[in-house]
């Protein structure tokens, strides 16, 4: 059986304002959750389970997943306190079908790689566990040799990073320690020291034009937005009930949601702008995520990882 487990129990605080008030996974991508976007995926490439681990806002999240019309069943599990990646994996163990491998990604990341292919390039081999690789310069950590993670913390020319989605054997998973919490890439990298195969698969394999993005960060989160736009040749997406007025200055790309009111003489230049929000006369959206919780606004001092 084809299994997943969505990574979705983080505080965001990189994205804070924004995640007090509302779950990272529930960010919207386009005018759509972004977890749900990763359900969506997860059923076209054949997928039958998902499980989904929650801790923040817990409630919320489950209860807007609970309202979805998706053909993949869904566990959820709210975490007494976080269990951190590894921890998250050996709590759900009781939910997979141990005769399978589940396939593990961040809810993160928005991507449009073949998971299924992902999980069967894993089960051609006879790894504990596959990772999937590629170069993304600022996150590049990981070291490869022989198609194989040999460890991290690497910062040599050949580094590569860690995509956040990956393989793994549930008997692996079954090895785990009981004590939480704890890491996954802690507990991988025990395992490579006492002899362990865990297989590297290079993105670019599966795909070559193929889109990624971490969107944990305001840099991430905008430029999953210009990505995805400029891959369907558009440079505006309007939701429902949305009026744009006639004199709006638009230089470059925007995604408006839902019931969302314009004013006058308003020029927006690559900004996100959530459902419900009100963008008062003369304001001047640039490099922006406008939200009912608060905005974040990209600074040239603020990397891909969201640090100053």
Avoid at 19 to 34: D, E, M, R, T
Avoid at 116 to 129: N, V
Avoid at 185 to 204: C, D, K, N, P, T
């Amino acid at each position: 059986m084809q299994q997943a487990m969505i990574l979705a129990a983080g505080m965001g605080v990189r994205m804070r304002p924004l995640s007090l008030g509302l779950p990272k996974p529930l960010f919207p991508v386009l005018n759509q959750p972004s977890i749900k976007r990763i359900l969506h995926h997860l059923q076209g490439a054949g997928f039958k389970k998902a499980v989904i681990n929650t801790f923040h806002l817990a409630k919320s999240l489950t209860d807007a997943i609970n309202t979805w019309n998706i053909d993949i069943e869904i566990v959820t599990i709210v975490e007494p306190f976080l269990l951190g990646t590894g921890g998250a994996l050996k709590n759900a163990l009781p939910y997979f079908d141990e005769n399978s491998p589940v396939l593990l990604i961040n809810s993160d990341v928005v991507t449009d790689l073949d998971l299924g292919g992902i999980l069967q390039r894993h089960c051609h081999g006879r790894a504990i566990a596959t990772m999937l690789v590629h170069d993304r310069n600022v996150f590049n950590n990981v070291k490869v040799e022989d198609r194989r993670i040999a460890g991290f913390g690497y910062n040599g020319p050949d580094a590569l990073a860690f995509t956040g989605i990956s393989v793994l054997q549930t008997d692996f998973i079954n090895s785990f320690p009981d004590l939480f919490p704890s890491s996954l890439i802690e507990i991988i990298s025990m395992a490579i020291r006492s002899g362990e195969v865990v297989s590297a698969l290079r993105a670019e394999y599966l795909k070559a034009d193929y889109i990624w993005e971490d969107i944990g960060t305001a840099a991430g989160y905008l430029a999953a937005h210009e990505t995805l736009l400029k891959g369907e040749k558009n440079n505006m997406l309007v939701g429902k009930r949305t009026d744009i007025p006639k004199d709006l200055c638009l230089n470059g790309w925007c995604s408006i949601g839902n019931d969302v009111f314009f004013g006058r003489d308003i020029s927006i230049s690559r900004a996100v702008v959530w459902d419900g929000c009100a963008v008062r006369d003369g304001e001047r959206l640039e490099d922006c995520i406008v939200t009912p919780y608060g905005r974040l606004t990209l600074t040239k001092d603020m990397d891909q990882k969201g640090r100053l």
